[in-house]
């Protein structure tokens, strides 16, 4: 088996792809919320075509897959490709795909009634521009699990002074990627930029409303403990969110 750094998978032999998780990723409170979400806008998720954008290693693909939805998961690092591979190997789902490439050429798989998109967001330079580009690939709902922008100091992240990007308030983040390098190495960097854009929670959902989602709503409930996180964990300290648009 490959060396897993990130999801836990139930194979289809019952074991596990990264035991010392401590928890199968179907089983997070993220992709629960967010079964939540889908089980909420459709009265049946079975046949229905979504795509897992920066897949990873493909735990969410898996378990979408397992919720009986048709999954393309598209990655660009080599080495997470392989584990995709792996996975799709060892679970048995002929309803799973994966290819190897960048995530702006989304257009090129046709369109989706899905298009699932975390962790990889706040690694773009050019959010409103991939915001776009997703809705036009998406034909019911996208889901976006991403960081913000506060407009405070923040002791997490090294950001930028506010400014103003593709008409976003927001703030610059520098990635720890060195385009030059192994970037296939740098598993919690960029791909193709050395600095990503951030827009504030207000200007995402709107850039969001604007790209063709008449409904937009934060999804609170990704969060174990909503009073307590959005006070001192994810809001005040890490700046996530969970953002639903839906064509309605």
């Not at 397992?66 to 591979?85: K, W």
């Not at 976003?168 to 930029?193: C, F, H, P, Q, V």
């Not at 969060?223 to 064509?247: Q, S, W």
Request: glycine share 8%.
């Amino acid at each position: 088996m490959p060396s897993f750094t990130a999801h836990n998978i139930r194979l289809a032999d019952g074991s596990d792809t990264f035991p010392s998780a401590g928890i199968l990723l179907e089983n997070n409170p993220w992709f629960l919320a967010v079964t939540r979400s889908l089980n909420a806008l459709f009265p049946t998720l079975d046949g229905l075509r979504i795509v897992d954008l920066g897949c990873c290693e493909g735990g969410y693909a898996v378990g979408f897959a397992r919720l009986g939805m048709d999954v393309l998961g598209i990655e660009v690092r080599p080495s997470n490709f392989e584990n995709c591979q792996y996975v799709k190997k060892h679970v048995e789902l002929p309803n799973l795909q994966f290819v190897m490439d960048d995530v702006w050429n989304l257009a090129r798989y046709g369109a989706f009634d899905v298009v699932f998109c975390c962790g990889l967001l706040y690694h773009l330079d050019r959010p409103r521009e991939f915001l776009r580009l997703a809705s036009a690939s998406c034909r019911r709902a996208a889901i976006f699990n991403t960081h913000f922008a506060p407009h405070g100091n923040t002791d997490h992240f090294k950001l930028s002074p506010e400014c103003e990007h593709e008409g976003l308030r927001g703030r610059w983040y520098t990635e720890s990627s060195d385009l030059t390098g192994d970037r296939d190495a740098s598993k919690w960097s960029s791909w193709n930029n050395n600095r990503s854009f951030w827009p504030s929670r207000g200007h995402l959902a709107d850039a969001i409303h604007q790209a063709g989602f008449p409904l937009v709503f934060e999804q609170l409930d990704f969060l174990n403990d909503i009073p307590t996180a959005i006070a001192r964990e994810y809001h005040a300290a890490h700046h996530r969110c969970m953002f639903v648009g839906a064509k309605i």
